[in-house]
């Protein structure tokens, strides 16, 4: 349970390590928090948005490959900077659009929008359970020794991230890898989750009016999932 309970002071904690601006100056992180969720509820506009995205991804692939989309490519740079190989471990907008173009999952309401948000704003865009946080978010370049709760072959294991490797994190361990690689499944969400935290990642060619409107399209989406939705948000980061 995460120690700092209202959105605006878990937000005003959350922080970005100067050595991980080291790498990308024009890295920046729109965060925000999103309660009054039902995750359960169905939304015609989540079905409407998948069905958007996968139309977008066809339009984009179709003119361009997957690796040479403006931000794609930037991640791809930022991959290689922390040593990462992009094309064995694709950050979560690459991987995205490739399966969008021939169709994504379809989850449930929740996970739904904010997939099709992703694809559509071509942003990297994670969604965590707010309350299972233990302290507020921080970007770091890992040590090597924190813990990191996934699965392999069906099995709840423990990782480790690699030595210099950028990972999000709070308190008890990496919430995510390799920047926006892949999520945990302690912070996951879950048919539970009443209030998500939502991380939408930018660099440039992407501007902060362009992450501001994939923020209000996604809160205005998730609307429909509850009464009395309400968001807090703050941006990190400097262009």
């Given at each position: 349970?995460?120690?700092?309970?209202?959105?605006?002071?878990?937000?005003?904690a959350?922080?970005?390590?100067?050595?991980?601006l080291?790498?990308?100056?024009?890295?920046?992180?729109?965060?925000i928090?999103?309660?009054?969720?039902?995750?359960r509820a169905?939304s015609?506009?989540a079905?409407?948005?998948?069905?958007?995205?996968e139309?977008?991804a066809r339009?984009?692939?179709?003119?361009?490959?997957?690796?040479?989309?403006?931000?794609?490519?930037?991640?791809?740079?930022a991959?290689?900077a922390?040593?990462?190989?992009?094309?064995?471990?694709?950050?979560s907008?690459?991987?995205?659009?490739?399966?969008?173009?021939k169709?994504?999952?379809?989850?449930n309401?929740?996970?739904?929008i904010?997939?099709?948000?992703?694809?559509?704003?071509?942003?990297?865009?994670?969604?965590e359970?707010?309350?299972?946080?233990?302290?507020?978010?921080?970007?770091?370049?890992?040590?090597?020794?924190e813990?990191?709760?996934?699965t392999?072959?069906?099995?709840?294991?423990?990782?480790?991230?690699?030595?210099?490797?950028?990972?999000w994190?709070?308190?008890?361990?990496?919430?995510?890898?390799?920047?926006?690689?892949?999520?945990?499944r302690?912070?996951?969400?879950?048919?539970?989750?009443?209030?998500?935290?939502?991380i939408l990642?930018?660099l440039?060619?992407?501007?902060?009016?362009?992450?501001?409107?994939?923020?209000d399209?996604?809160?205005?989406?998730l609307?429909?999932?509850?009464?009395g939705?309400?968001?807090?948000?703050?941006l990190?980061?400097?262009p």
């Open positions: 349970m995460t120690e700092t309970r209202a959105p605006d002071a878990f937000l005003a959350c922080e970005i390590d100067p050595a991980v080291d790498l990308r100056p024009d890295y920046r992180a729109l965060l928090v999103v309660s009054g969720l039902d995750p169905s015609a506009a079905a409407e948005l998948i069905d958007r995205a139309a977008h339009e984009l692939l179709a003119a361009s490959p997957v690796d040479e989309l403006g931000h794609v490519a930037a991640w791809r740079q991959y290689r922390f040593g990462a190989k992009p094309q064995r471990t694709r950050n907008l690459e991987a995205l659009t490739r399966r969008a173009e169709g994504l999952p379809r989850i309401a929740l996970t739904d904010y997939n099709a948000i992703s694809v559509l704003h071509q942003i990297p865009l994670g969604g359970d707010f309350d299972r946080y233990e302290g507020p978010a921080r970007l770091v370049r890992a040590g090597g020794d813990p990191f709760e996934t392999a072959n069906g099995e709840a294991v423990i990782e480790k991230p690699e030595p210099g490797e950028v990972v994190r709070d308190d008890a361990g990496v919430t995510c890898r390799r920047w926006n690689w892949r999520q945990g302690r912070t996951a969400l879950t048919e539970d989750t009443r209030t998500a935290f939502f990642d930018a440039a060619p992407v501007t902060d009016e362009a992450l501001h409107a994939a923020s399209a996604l809160v205005d989406a609307s429909d999932l509850g009464t939705v309400r968001a807090a948000s703050r990190l980061g400097t």
